[in-house]
């Protein structure tokens, strides 16, 4: 099990970029698959971006292509999304989930059900 701590949201103006961290304790993040996902009042919890345990591959939500680079720096057990050119329409709590790279071998992370440890989200708002 891991602990994760989201940081790095905030109030920003549209076209602004902002870097999202995932700090994990409690075990090495280098021993899961990390995803983002966001969820905007109203709206479903949605998958954004994906990256494998040892960072080698990268998976995005056909709307983070272009915008969204996910990253993770397993030496400093941290994870990062940077999202740029905010849109007021990027505004949500975004969160970093882990699943054990042991236990999941697949390509495909759209599934929430599919992480077993969350943060409790960091608060994005773009004023337009």
């Known amino acids: 099990q891991v602990q994760l701590v989201e940081s790095g949201g905030g109030l920003v103006q549209a076209g602004a970029s902002l870097r999202l961290s995932c700090a994990a304790s409690?075990?090495?993040?280098?021993?899961?698959?990390v995803g983002w996902y966001r969820k905007a009042p109203g709206k479903e919890r949605t998958f954004v971006a994906a990256i494998r345990a040892d960072g080698t591959d990268t998976y995005y939500a056909d709307f983070a292509e272009g915008r969204f680079t996910i990253s993770r720096d397993n030496a400093e057990n941290t994870a990062y999304l940077q999202i740029s050119s905010l849109e007021p329409e990027d505004a949500a709590v975004y969160s970093c989930?882990?699943?054990?790279?042991?236990?999941?071998?697949?390509?495909?992370?759209?599934?929430?059900?599919?992480?077993?440890?969350w943060g409790q989200g960091t608060q994005v708002t773009v004023s337009s």
């Open positions: 409690g075990d090495s993040l280098s021993n899961y698959h």
């Open positions: 989930a882990t699943v054990s790279s042991t236990y999941y071998k697949g390509r495909h992370f759209e599934d929430p059900l599919l992480f077993d440890d």
